[in-house]
């Protein structure tokens, strides 16, 4: 009855359905545990009709213009640059930390040097991982290092990950580095945005087509069975394209022991008052538990909504209890290698393909999530 099916409708599962349905011509069947699709993307409306994302904010961005006309095909888009600051003491700073950053904390004439030695070390516009920048040894650069250090990054990594910036992968430190320029912007792509009317509408245009069937509420292990030689389909053997994009460690039991992964804890709160922070998100860096406050109304461009619903993010260590879900994959060896242990146990499947954030265990936004899709779903239409 079906040619693949598809396990996950996040960004990976969608896109990969629909290229697999359209350029392919295959039957697809998506199943998705949660009682909606579109994964972590996923947004609605709240009880006081303002547009949420359920999952912590989302911000398209893209410099890949194939991934853009793609999604563009479901969706317009809220175009807009987004800004963040982080609350340091009385203080909001943008970050990235950049010149203008630099030009708050300290006063003119030593902030113009400081600048013109950043300049001068790494050039303008250039984008330098805060560990990078611990190892200059010019006094100027070194206490702007360390100011940045102890005022961006430490206490928020603490929360975070619960481990200091130097003993994460400079990966992910590396994603928000310090930028020698005056561009405020959190991202440096050239789209930036947010779907117009919401990521689910974005999402449920993707799998609308009559090659794909969504099957939602419904976790693939009460499809699919993955203990044998072969993978079984509702009890039978299947020998079509298999896309996975859940848990690669939940295949097969646990088995070796959970994969270690970070998981948040989102507290929203509606207000009866125009604006809470008057920006869609603060980070705050030396002080309180959770990490960041989103305001949706300026995420979303529904500045004219009745009252304003926040989100605080609190991190903690993902545990696999009911429940729970593993937001962020953690970057270490010792992970990779118990990563590559659950992968290798794929290597049986020849059709059985691992997709995404969870099944390859790595750190994607969404446009090289969606990228990813459409390649493998594209060598997959071809077969
Ligand atoms: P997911 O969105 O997690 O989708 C996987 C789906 O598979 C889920 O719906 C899950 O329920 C389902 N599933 C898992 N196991 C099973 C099973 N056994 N049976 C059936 N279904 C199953 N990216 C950006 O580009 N910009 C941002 O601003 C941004 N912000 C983020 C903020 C947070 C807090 C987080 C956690 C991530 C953020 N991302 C952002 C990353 C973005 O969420 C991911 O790139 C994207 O969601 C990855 O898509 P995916 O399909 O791989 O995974
Ligand atoms: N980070 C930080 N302070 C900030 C912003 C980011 O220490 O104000 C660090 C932190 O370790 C974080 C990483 O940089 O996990 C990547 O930040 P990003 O905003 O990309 O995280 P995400 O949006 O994926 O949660």
């Known amino acids: 009855m079906y040619d693949c099916i598809i ?100 006063d003119g004439e030593k902030a113009s040097r400081i600048e013109k030695k950043l300049i001068g070390a790494y050039g303008e516009g250039s984008r330098v991982n805060i560990m990078r ?35 994460i992968s400079p990966e992910v430190t590396g994603r928000v580095p310090v930028v020698i320029s005056r561009d405020n912007r959190y991202f440096k792509d050239v789209y930036q945005g947010v779907p117009l009317h919401g990521y689910t509408p974005m999402f ?7 090659n794909i069937e969504v099957m939602t509420d419904t976790d693939c292990a009460d499809l699919l069975d993955f203990s044998g030689e072969e993978i079984r389909f509702r009890g039978k053997p299947f020998a079509g394209a298999v896309v996975y994009t ?45 990490t960041r406050i989103t305001e949706f109304k300026f995420l979303t461009g529904q500045r004219d909504a009745c009252g304003t619903t926040i989100v605080r993010e609190y991190p903690f260590a993902y545990t696999g209890a009911e429940g729970e879900i593993p937001y962020y994959a953690i970057l270490a060896e010792e992970n990779e290698r118990l990563y590559e242990k659950y992968r290798a146990l794929t290597d049986r499947f020849s059709h059985l393909h691992l997709l995404g954030r969870l099944a390859e265990y790595k750190y994607y936004n969404i446009d090289a999530m969606c990228r990813k899709a459409m390649d493998l779903a594209r060598r997959l239409a071809a077969q």
């Open 133 to 167: 920048l611990r190892e200059n040894e010019d006094p100027d650069i070194q206490e702007i290092a360390d100011y940045v250090y102890r005022n961006v990054f430490l206490y928020y990594t603490m929360k975070q990950w619960g481990q200091k910036p130097e003993e």
């Open 204 to 210: 449920e245009r993707m799998l609308d087509h009559e």
């Open 246 to 290: 859940g848990a690669v460690d939940e295949l097969f039991g646990c088995r070796f022991g959970r994969l270690p992964y970070r998981s948040l804890d989102f507290r929203f709160e509606h207000l009866d008052q125009e604006s809470f922070q008057d920006h869609s998100v603060v980070n705050y860096t030396v002080s309180e538990d959770f």
């Open 7 to 106: 396990v996950g409708a996040g960004i990976a599962g969608a896109a990969a359905a629909r290229v697999l349905a359209e350029e392919g011509g295959k039957r697809v069947l998506v199943t998705e545990r949660r009682s909606h699709i579109g994964g972590n993307c996923y947004d609605r409306p709240d009880d006081h009709g303002i547009l949420i994302h359920e999952y912590g904010p989302h911000i398209f961005h893209t410099d890949d213009d194939e991934v853009r006309a793609f999604l563009s095909r479901f969706t317009e888009w809220y175009d807009f640059g987004h800004e963040v600051v982080a609350k340091v003491g009385d203080q909001l700073l943008p970050i990235p930390f950049n010149l203008n950053t630099l030009h708050l904390i300290f």
